[in-house]
């Protein structure tokens, strides 16, 4: 059973920072890109960054370029998010998981897995 394990969210003020963890196990974590995903009560999950297995190619939505910063650790099956500047809209539940194919606005993960999410509230 794939289990990923993402952590490191909560409540900051705008123009904060957060760094987000997620821990993947029962896969091969180096076998796949893989990519931090959010979503808000109401839409679709977005992809928001993504990296390759060996992490030497990265991608971001528009809202966050300049601002997250993903990348992966393969020896501890750990993929983080660095996010500064933060903003309200911003918050959101995000999610991690592997990717088999990917682009800004299309995305397609390994399987339907998903862990239970960290939630990012960016708030006065």
């Known amino acids: 059973q794939v289990h990923l394990v993402e952590s490191g969210g909560g409540l900051v003020h705008p123009g904060g920072s957060l760094t987000l963890s997620c821990v993947q196990s029962g896969r091969r974590f180096s076998d796949y890109a893989m990519g931090w995903f959010r979503q808000t009560p109401g839409n679709k999950r977005k992809l928001v960054a993504a990296?390759?297995?060996?992490?030497?190619?990265?991608l971001y939505e528009d809202s966050v370029k300049g601002r997250f910063t993903i990348s992966r650790d393969n020896a501890k099956n750990t993929l983080y998010l660095q996010m500064n500047s933060l903003k309200p809209e911003d918050t959101a539940v995000y999610y991690c998981?592997?990717?088999?194919?990917?682009?800004?606005?299309?995305?397609?993960?390994?399987?339907?897995?998903w862990g239970q999410g960290t939630q990012v509230t960016v708030s006065s």
């Open positions: 990296l390759t297995w060996n992490g030497h190619t990265t």
């Open positions: 998981n592997a990717l088999v194919d990917y682009a800004e606005t299309y995305y397609v993960t390994v399987d339907d897995y």
